[in-house]
């Protein structure tokens, strides 16, 4: 038989499969956001999802492997993010300009903000309480991509292209700056008096964090 051929019955269980996992990461992701790792039992977890305890754990077998997990792809996606501006700086013509790259490095962190939010919390609790589970991948997987950043604006600077600045302190700043449109929604919504932050709220951002960075670096602000 030729192995290029599709089985159903194989072909619907990993669909399932798949389902199922991710069932129990979105679930995840909502616990671990509104309790932390110690507040979140994988019972609650199982019970959120539909699932037995023990069906959960034949997917994840310990709630550490299912947090690390939740990380695991938190990080992926604010590190495909993060990495649009060395990959911006590689592009030919006018998307690899300074103010181009910088421009789009702070509208994908903040779409990171808008769409992905109890993600976001997920990791900024973990930061917040010491990184005691996650902190070697953290060190390991944002250490290289942050030296390759900063690599950027370096050669930025040493073309005359931007001001000289202090580019790791400013891409701390911009993480601050647009994360905090996730991490601390709650105190903006009270302050705002709205039931949850909008897409104009995050136009706006994007234009004053923008103009920000590029002041900062000596380029002339964004258009409206």
Not at 16 to 42: N, P, W
Not at 120 to 132: Q, T, W
Not at 217 to 222: E, F, I, N, R, S
């Given at each position: 038989?030729?192995?290029?051929?599709?089985?159903?019955?194989?072909?619907?269980?990993?669909?399932?499969?798949?389902?199922?996992?991710?069932?129990?990461?979105?679930?995840?992701?909502?616990?671990?956001?509104?309790?932390?790792?110690?507040?979140?039992?994988?019972?609650?977890?199982?019970?959120?999802?539909g699932l037995s305890k023990q069906n959960l754990m034949y997917y994840f077998p310990t709630k550490q492997a299912l947090y690390t997990r939740v990380l695991d792809d938190v990080l992926d996606d604010w590190l495909a993010?993060?990495?649009?501006?060395?990959?911006?700086?590689?592009?030919?013509?006018?998307?690899?300009?300074?103010?181009?790259?910088?421009?789009?490095?702070?509208?994908?962190?903040?779409?990171?903000?808008?769409?992905?939010?109890?993600?976001?919390?997920?990791?900024?609790?973990?930061?917040?309480?010491?990184?005691?589970?996650?902190?070697?991948?953290?060190?390991?997987?944002?250490?290289?991509?942050?030296?390759?950043?900063?690599?950027?604006?370096?050669?930025?600077?040493?073309?005359?292209?931007?001001?000289?600045?202090?580019?790791?302190?400013?891409?701390?700043?911009?993480?601050?700056?647009?994360?905090?449109y996730a991490d601390f929604a709650a105190q903006m919504q009270l302050v705002l008096d709205r039931p949850q932050l909008g897409g104009d709220d995050f136009d706006q951002a994007e234009r004053l964090i923008t103009n920000?960075?590029?002041?900062?670096?000596?380029?002339?602000?964004?258009?409206?």
């Open positions: 038989m030729d192995s290029a051929v599709s089985h159903p019955r194989s072909t619907r269980r990993e669909a399932r499969r798949d389902q199922l996992e991710s069932t129990i990461l979105l679930e995840a992701v909502r616990l671990f956001a509104e309790r932390g790792y110690d507040g979140t039992a994988i019972a609650d977890v199982a019970d959120g999802a993010r993060m990495a649009s501006l060395a990959d911006g700086d590689a592009d030919t013509g006018a998307a690899s300009e300074p103010g181009a790259v910088l421009r789009a490095y702070v509208r994908a962190k903040l779409r990171f903000s808008r769409e992905q939010p109890l993600a976001s919390r997920v990791y900024a609790l973990e930061v917040i309480g010491g990184a005691k589970i996650y902190g070697e991948q953290i060190r390991r997987r944002v250490v290289p991509l942050l030296r390759a950043d900063i690599a950027v604006f370096e050669r930025w600077i040493a073309q005359g292209r931007i001001a000289p600045v202090n580019a790791t302190h400013l891409l701390f700043a911009v993480w601050a700056m647009t994360q905090s920000m960075v590029l002041a900062a670096v000596g380029l002339a602000p964004a258009s409206s």
